[in-house]
Antibody, heavy 123, light 107 residues
């Protein structure tokens, strides 16, 4: 059974770059049937889709963050990563990674999630 | 960007009662609407995909309906363990978006 685990610093200084990894276990991420997403949630607030990576490195980003976001993958480590530059207090949130799986007939939209990792932006 | 609105924002319900949560999209999204349940300090869990398709392992009391711009999540015979916040989510067009959530509390 596939599991996802986020990792990275819990505290980032303003104007610096937030970097997180998501490790995929229980299966290979190296398949065109998977889309690997990042979603974030400020404390007490709703969910925001950040972006995704799929098909050997293709990416889509939320325009609200597009100039600051990079999602990359390292299939040899079964990991994908989030980089968010020039962070401010507004980027303080729990960050989740999530998988979307598509077979021949349908997609299972964000059917597997990591437990999330809290990131605080503060000096 | 497609905006999703949900109603109500909050609902306090007694066990065994029926709960209906609506999600409205700012433009037609066909059936590309999914529902998630999130309990405190947990990650979201997929309940319903493509408006009405139950995800594996989800209790049968959860069901979804709708298409186009109007969608409904129904919980028949609410149980105490269903206390959570429920989010709708559209995958029709980028950027993907979520509704603001509906918190369901047990009386």
């Amino acid at each position: 059974q596939v599991q996802l685990q986020e990792s990275g610093p819990g505290l980032v200084k303003p104007s610096q770059t937030l970097s997180l990894n998501c490790t995929v276990s229980g299966g290979s991420m190296n398949s065109d049937t998977y889309y690997w997403n990042w979603v974030r949630q400020p404390a007490g607030k709703g969910l925001e889709w950040i972006g995704r990576i799929y098909a050997s490195g293709s990416t889509n980003y939320n325009p609200s963050l597009k100039s600051r976001v990079t999602i990359s993958e390292d299939t040899s480590k079964n990991q994908f990563s989030l980089s968010l530059s020039s962070v401010t207090a507004a980027d303080t949130a729990v960050y989740y990674c999530a998988r979307t799986y598509c077979d021949d007939t349908t997609c299972y939209n964000m059917d597997v999630w990591g437990k999330g990792t809290a990131v605080i932006v503060s000096s | 960007e497609i905006v999703l609105t949900q109603s109500p924002d909050f609902q306090s319900v007694t066990p065994k009662e029926k709960v209906s949560i609506t999600c409205r999209a700012s433009q037609s999204i066909g059936s590309s609407l999914h529902w998630y349940q999130q309990k405190p300090d947990q990650s979201p869990k997929l309940l319903i995909k493509y408006a009405s398709q139950s995800f594996s392992g989800v209790p049968s009391r959860f069901s979804g309906s709708g298409s186009g711009t109007d969608f409904t999540l129904t919980i028949n015979s609410l149980e105490a363990e269903d206390a959570a916040t429920y989010y709708c989510h559209q995958s029709s067009s980028l950027p993907f978006t979520f509704g603001p959530g509906t918190k369901v509390d047990i009386k």
